[in-house]
């Protein structure tokens, strides 16, 4: 298993930038498939964004492409999200993922993003 610990969220204007990390444990964490999901109250978690093994390959929801980037490092076992040009419609609470080479899903707490109009 891996412990992941999400931090970097807060309250923003629209328009405005921020940027998520999420903290792994463990020493393999090369090994797994890390992304970004969000859930808004009342709604289902939705993806967000993925980046695969070796860092070179990202996915990316179409709300928002061009907007977010997804990066990892994995000498510090960290998976980073660069918001950028935030809409209030991102508000919601964003989880990290990772996922192993069964398929199997491991998600951190969440942390809080907020975006006033």
């Known amino acids: 298993q891996v412990q992941l610990v999400e931090s970097g969220g807060g309250l923003v204007q629209a328009g405005g930038s921020l940027r998520l990390s999420c903290a792994a444990s463990?020493?393999?964490?090369?090994?797994?498939?890390m992304g970004w999901f969000r859930q808004a109250p009342g709604k289902d978690r939705e993806f967000v964004a993925r980046?695969?093994?070796?860092?070179?390959?990202?996915n990316y929801a179409d709300s928002v492409k061009g907007r977010f980037t997804i990066s990892r490092d994995n000498t510090k076992n960290t998976v980073y999200l660069q918001m950028n040009s935030l809409k209030p419609e991102d508000t919601a609470v964003y989880y990290c993922?990772?996922?192993?080479?069964?398929?199997?899903?491991?998600w951190g707490q969440g942390t809080q993003v907020t975006v006033s109009s």
């Open positions: 980046i695969w093994w070796s860092g070179g390959s990202t």
């Open positions: 993922n990772a996922r192993d080479v069964y398929a199997r899903d491991y």
């Open positions: 463990g020493r393999t964490f090369g090994s797994y498939a």
